[in-house]
């Protein structure tokens, strides 16, 4: 993914933490960079295990305030409710014309993880396409806006689309940055070691492309280069 410092990156979740879990450190970076960036949740985590609504909302805002991103909060029908509706894909069309998104992320549309991650996947994908289409009544107080590139993340190791090959970022130097990140999210610590789970993915990830720790995007389409001698590297060492 090649951004500019006047990048805009709508983040889509369908929970809170998804977007931190999934691609924090890739944000951080981007933060660090100049990129605009803005934090999308599609529920209040209402049927989590641990956390009630109003606390998974507070850590959010300070997650979000953490990596520098705005923040907003949008009712897809609530957690564990969520599917890849007409409506709902409009809504998200309508913060995407709204931020001038040109860099959209949301979770990878693999089947075996949460519904909501992959509802959420699917409805991100549709409202790319509405945003830019001028005729749509629903969205005709916004101007019609067209992203660049839409790329997904994997919340979950399962999640990674096993047939696609991967944007791989070097993260190392976001790794702590990325902890602090993770773990504004404390009320979902309790049960699973979640910040565990994604430091040694980015670990190994990282070591397989030769750097301390990395993260991975999945591209929704090809990507355009100007030539062999401008494309990136393979991270294949051994």
Same mark, same amino acid.
């Given at each position: 993914m090649s951004v500019s410092k006047e990048t805009t990156? +709508? !983040?889509?979740? !369908?929970?809170?933490?998804?977007? @931190? $879990?999934g691609c924090g450190a890739i944000l951080l970076k981007e933060a660090e960079a100049g990129s605009r960036i803005h934090f999308l949740v599609c529920s209040k985590g209402e049927s989590g295990s641990n956390g009630t609504p109003e606390e998974r909302v507070a850590e959010s805002e300070a997650a979000a305030a953490r990596c520098g991103a705005s923040l907003s909060f949008l009712d897809c029908g609530g957690d564990g409710r969520i599917v890849a509706s007409p409506r709902n894909a409009m809504e998200v069309a309508r913060v995407i014309r709204a931020t001038g998104a040109s860099v959209l992320l949301a979770p990878s549309r693999v089947e075996n993880q949460h519904p909501d991650h992959v509802a959420i996947g699917k409805?991100?994908?549709?409202?790319?396409? +509405?945003?830019?289409?001028a005729g749509v009544s629903d969205l005709a107080e916004l101007k019609p806006h067209a992203i660049e590139s839409l790329? $997904?993340?994997?919340?979950?190791?399962?999640? @990674?689309?096993?047939?696609? +090959?991967? $944007?791989v970022f070097d993260v190392s130097l976001q790794i702590e940055a990325w902890r602090e990140l993770m773990s504004c999210h404390q009320s979902q610590m309790k049960t699973r070691r979640y910040l565990d789970l994604q430091v040694s993915r980015a670990r190994t990830l990282g070591l397989q492309a030769g750097c301390e720790y990395a993260q991975a995007l999945w591209p929704n389409d090809p990507v355009l280069v100007n030539g062999l001698n401008s494309a990136p590297r393979g991270i294949r060492l051994f």
């Open positions: 990156i +709508l !983040a889509v979740g !369908a929970h809170p933490d998804d977007i @931190e $879990f409805v991100a994908m549709d409202a790319a396409r +509405l945003a830019r289409y790329y $997904f993340y994997a919340i979950t190791p399962g999640a @990674e689309p096993a047939a696609q +090959l991967p $944007f």
